[in-house]
């Protein structure tokens, strides 16, 4: 009961933040640019009649979703931040926490909240995307509700981070490390996705390193591969090779499941960090 309730006042809290208010600036602005982008492909393509067409809405697609997945990222960092490190410094996790209510209880909630709040931006903003390309281009992707879920576990991979760094550092220093991870992530992906283009296995290790120590850019290529046609790996096969929006492997079985774990874990030790903070 005291999880939900957290959870519930967690929401409350968030959706008053500025934070939202920017989150929903930055989304609409990129939702009208991705509307004349794809009108665009619509009119030099003539309604994807062609593959050339279809790969160019794929790409544009996964950009386009790349771009929302960060604004989720920049808004979830910088909620978590505040949600522990910013009521410890204010004084306000004193006056909940000199209750007999458990710090684990109340970590859990606002975790809660967060992941509710992280997976419902996902979920309207990803979907006000498919629909703009449906109706645009007549492009539909074909596993939708697996590419949204995985973008949605992405932004909670990344606040549960952010809620560990909050136990620990400034709200602000929280949410601008939390970021920069999730960028080099990114970009040692990339690194990696161009080793396997290029047959070098110690670079490709650098990007299958960077995904199992953080699995953001992990999920993230799942979600690529969701959002793609697949009879455009057949087709246009050497266009995959080292692509930083394009992606051919699904995700295995144990790697989700160590996305899972590695969420457990890092919640389990912000835990233990708050658990031991001096209020």
């Known amino acids: 009961m005291i999880i939900l309730t957290v959870a519930a006042l967690t929401l409350q809290e968030a959706a008053r933040r500025r934070v939202l208010r920017s989150l929903a600036v930055l989304t609409v602005v990129l939702l009208t640019l991705s509307a004349w982008g794809f009108s665009r492909i619509d009119a030099e393509f003539g309604g994807l009649t062609s593959g050339q067409a279809t790969l160019a809405a794929a790409m544009v697609l996964n950009l386009v979703m790349f771009g929302l997945s960060l604004i989720a990222a920049l808004g979830t960092a910088f909620l978590a931040g505040p949600t522990v490190a910013g009521e410890i410094e204010s004084g306000i996790a004193l006056a909940v926490l000199g209750r007999p209510v458990r710090r684990s209880a109340v970590l859990l909630g606002k975790w809660l909240g967060l992941v509710v709040f992280g997976s419902g931006f996902v979920a309207v903003a990803g979907l006000a995307q498919l629909l703009i390309v449906q109706i645009t281009v007549g492009y539909w992707p074909p596993e939708p509700v697996t590419g949204l879920a995985l973008l949605a576990a992405q932004a909670a991979t990344l606040l549960t981070l952010g809620l560990l760094l909050s136990t620990a550092i400034s709200p602000m220093a929280s949410g601008i490390v939390a970021v920069g991870l999730f960028g080099a992530t990114w970009i040692a992906g990339v690194v990696g996705n161009l080793g ?84």
């Open 196 to 279: 396997v283009a290029l047959g070098n296995a110690s670079v490709e290790r650098v990007g299958t390193v960077s995904q199992v120590l953080l699995p953001t850019d992990g999920l993230w290529r799942g979600a690529m591969r969701a959002f793609q046609d697949p009879a455009l790996f057949a087709q246009f096969s050497e266009a995959f090779e080292g692509h930083p929006f394009l992606s051919v492997a699904p995700l295995s079985g144990p790697y989700l499941a160590w996305a899972a774990v590695w969420v457990v874990g890092v919640l389990g030790l912000a835990g233990l960090a708050f658990q031991r903070r001096d209020l």
